[in-house]
């Protein structure tokens, strides 16, 4: 092996530490994005003109009003920036920890259930609040006045607009877990997310005459409920698709995962064009803009169809079906795009020795969004590929793979005075040995290497095609 695991002699890879800062960007923006669509709900709409009304007329005089409403708007960043710190802690304690949480087969059954749950919040069938006692405490202790009674209005927002903003939050919250970056990615999420529902109520306590431009509330806010609770049905799929890879249990093959999202957008269309309706829903009348909505949705479900047939790319969803192997069709490899690999490295290593190549050693999970990114927008270019295919040896390890080592393979490894790790698992291995020797525990991960164990280049995660080439070209050439 490249390590002895039982003895923990570590390989310095001597590549600098890869950057996450664009990636904390990306999910800023994300999570900004969302905090925006949670602007668009019937919980958080009404209550701007409300709140800025409040802070403009009640302060005594606007340059208090504007403060009141600035210092309102970034005690509800803290609020929802508090809630990512308990994850820090977790990361302290163990670095793999977040991922192994994300990968846990019955954590993904349970978003799985928590998400079908939320779905048909949205759709009207039921209310998901927050105890009562909650927020009457909090509306209380608003009326404190000052600092602490701004934040507790703050706090209030949060409790009492939960049943359109906690599906949102959630999707946020799984999705950071399991990504690279953890911890760090959910606080900048929850920056973002808290950020958007902020602005507005600084902007409009700035600007007091804009208020007259917002559209007044109605029935457009519980359309956009409905279009959120059917793209929380088609995420909570994603969760069961993860649990299903990492347990290996082949129910939902590429194929059934498609047929499902194509069933669930094609409802979505129905809706938007008036043949479904929902309990909260009044008389419709057909709109332009819903028409042509609808009609974008059913070009979407005939773009998935696309993905039905055998070997299929949908590039633009790279990463949420599962990858093209775990197919109904019969498959010549198990293998990202057909390629040849090993998913044992001692296996690889004697392959790579006796054929003297260089080692693409490829730290995946079966549960990775952006490994199927890469292996699917990346890989699969013509020059990548050939590459990939001609030039190299293939180990892909699996850091989430819950299938059990045997008996005699399973032994425990001191990673540190307080922490002694069983390996149990084909990805407590891989995951381990990831960690041991690269000191990271984030996917894609990839480096190269020589028969000999020598780092060929430095290690490379998500990247662009041309870099990606480049990258593996430094690698044939030493």
């Not at 998913?343 to 199927?372: H, M, Q, S, Y």
């Amino acid at each position: 092996m490249l390590l002895d695991l039982k003895h923990k002699e570590r390989l310095q890879s001597g590549s600098d530490e890869i950057t996450t800062e664009g990636n904390l960007w990306k999910i800023f923006a994300l999570g900004f994005l969302g905090g925006l669509v949670a602007l668009l709900t019937p919980c958080v709409f009404p209550m701007i003109p409300l709140t800025v009304s409040f802070f403009t007329k009640q302060s005594g005089n606007k340059s208090k009003g504007i403060t009141n409403a600035i210092l309102y708007g970034a005690f509800i960043v803290i609020i929802y920036v508090g809630l990512s710190v308990p994850f820090h802690f977790l990361d302290s304690v163990d670095p793999e920890i977040l991922n192994t949480i994300s990968t846990n087969i019955w954590l993904n059954v349970i978003f799985f259930i928590i998400f079908i749950f939320f779905a048909f919040s949205f759709f009207g069938y039921y209310e998901l609040t927050l105890p009562s006692s909650w927020s009457n405490k909090m509306d209380s202790a608003s009326s404190a006045g000052g600092l602490i009674g701004i934040f507790f209005m703050a706090v209030t927002l949060a409790l009492v607009s939960f049943s359109c903003t906690g599906p949102i939050l959630g999707s946020l919250l799984a999705g950071s877990l399991t990504s690279a970056g953890g911890a760090f990615q959910l606080t900048a999420g929850m920056t973002g997310f808290g950020a958007a529902l902020a602005l507005p109520f600084a902007l409009f306590a700035l600007f007091p005459n804009l208020l007259k431009s917002l559209p007044k509330s109605g029935g457009w806010l519980t359309t956009v409920k409905v279009l959120l609770g059917f793209v929380e049905l088609a995420l909570a799929f994603k969760f069961l698709s993860n649990a299903d890879l990492v347990a290996h249990w082949g129910i939902l093959k590429r194929e059934v995962f498609i047929g499902i999202w194509m069933v669930i957008f094609l409802l979505m269309a129905l809706y938007f064009f008036g043949v479904i309706r929902f309990p909260h829903d009044g008389k419709k009348k057909l709109s332009f803009p819903k028409i042509s909505f609808a009609i974008l949705v059913v070009a979407f479900v005939i773009y998935l169809g696309t993905g039905l047939t055998k070997n299929s790319h949908l590039k633009l969803l790279a990463g949420f079906p599962p990858p093209t192997f775990y197919s109904l069709y019969e498959q010549e490899s198990d293998c990202p795009l057909g390629l040849d690999c090993y998913k044992d490295f001692d296996e690889g290593l004697a392959f790579a020795k006796a054929n003297n190549k260089p080692i693409l050693l490829d730290f995946t999970g079966w549960a990775c969004v952006n490994c199927r990114k890469m292996e699917e927008n990346v890989w699969s270019d013509p020059k990548v590929y050939k590459l990939l295919k001609e030039n190299y040896v293939l180990i892909s390890l699996y850091v989430d793979d819950r299938k059990a080592l045997s008996e005699d393979e399973q032994f425990k490894i001191k990673l540190s005075e307080n922490h002694l790790k069983s390996i149990e698992t084909v990805g407590d291995k891989w995951s381990t040995f990831q960690y041991v020797n690269f000191q990271t525990a984030s996917q894609p991960y990839y480096v190269t290497m020589n028969a000999n164990l020598e780092i060929l280049n430095e290690a490379k995660q998500y990247a662009g095609i041309d870099e990606y080439y480049e990258w593996l070209k430094v690698g044939v050439r030493k």
